[in-house]
């Protein structure tokens, strides 16, 4: 088992231990850290391999050493392929790559691909990694399946206010819909839905299961239909939130009037949807366990019948 998920079952038991830890690895500056720094980080957790199995309080490198080491491992390594993430699709970069309000101030086509584009790169680089396909390229398969969502869910974002335009559909109710109502549920289902399809080799082929030491026992489309799941409702829940909170907060805003003027408030919901999408990372993030169980009862028979155990383990993705 890698080494960050021992941490994840060891620490991260609870919403509120995850959260915390996620609050801490989604930490901008962790970007600036060379891949030099990775690397050694890296063979330092590679040399001992209890290093992040143990709680971090019984742990001999000291709890400040040791979550310094986390955050960067985590936030920088693919737990799967062992592999360094790219810069702008690591975790911490999320937050400063995207940004939403774009989307959901015009609802361009243009603007919606590139939202959906860097969403959807995400979720692949940090999806599982260990899904095999032996009569076709895996990542060709996945490249050609998100551009095809990436390209569906732009033209379905961008459909409400075409419509509303091209019918010349200009009454407060309609307005109300497509530009306050409408986005939130949206962006929630389209976000969830290029995530369940650029993973679905996942639960097509399947990904690997462990047991409660680590050791892989086979490979489970059960298991990797509930990973898909879970990051599936954990997106929706960050993008549908990211849309809606703000327009409340505006409302409100406005209602007190706090907001002078009407130039004011392309600047202030600009700055309500980056806050509450910094905010809501580590929420969506920590609604699942990094490290996911499965019960013994929800695997499939060819692999029970190698194991006496009852608890399975594998690696959520994010």
């Avoid at 969830?192 to 030491?213: K, L, W, Y």
């Avoid at 086979?218 to 993008?239: H, I, N, P, Q, Y």
Wanted: aromatic share 10%.
């Amino acid at each position: 088992m890698d080494a960050n998920l021992r941490l994840w079952r060891a620490e991260g038991q609870s919403f509120f231990q995850r959260f915390l830890l996620w609050a801490d690895a989604l930490d901008p500056l962790l970007l600036l850290k060379s891949s030099n720094e990775i690397k050694r980080t890296r063979l330092l957790i590679q040399s001992d391999e209890k290093t992040l199995s143990e709680p971090i309080q019984n742990n001999q490198y000291g709890k400040d050493v040791l979550i310094c080491i986390f955050f960067l491992f985590k936030s920088s390594v693919h737990p799967d392929t062992d592999k360094i993430i790219p810069v702008l699709l690591r975790p911490p970069g999320m937050s400063s790559s995207l940004n939403p309000e774009l989307s959901f101030s015009y609802y361009l086509l243009f603007l919606q691909f590139l939202f959906h584009s860097y969403a959807t790169a995400f979720t692949l680089v940090n999806g599982n990694g260990t899904p095999k396909a032996e009569e076709y390229s895996l990542q060709q398969k996945q490249m050609v399946l998100g551009l095809g969502a990436i390209s569906y869910a732009a033209c379905i974002g961008a459909l409400p206010l075409t419509f509303m335009n091209r019918y010349a559909l200009k009454s407060s109710l309609m307005q109300l819909v497509v530009r306050k109502l409408l986005p939130a549920p949206l962006f929630g289902l389209t976000s969830a839905f290029t995530v369940a399809v650029v993973r679905s080799p996942e639960f097509e082929n399947g990904i690997e299961v462990m047991d409660r030491n680590g050791n892989v026992i086979g490979v489970s489309k059960k298991a990797g239909e509930k990973a898909v799941m879970e990051t599936a409702l954990s997106r929706a829940a960050l993008f549908g939130t990211t849309f809606f909170l703000p327009e409340v907060l505006m409302y409100c805003a406005q209602r007190a009037r706090l907001v002078k003027t009407s130039r004011a408030l392309g600047p202030v919901r600009m700055f309500l949807v980056m806050s509450v999408l910094a905010g809501m990372l580590p929420v969506s993030f920590s609604m699942f366990p990094q490290c996911g169980e499965i019960k013994r009862a929800d695997l499939e028979p060819e692999i029970l019948s190698s194991t006496e155990e009852t608890e399975f383990f594998y690696n959520r993705g994010i």
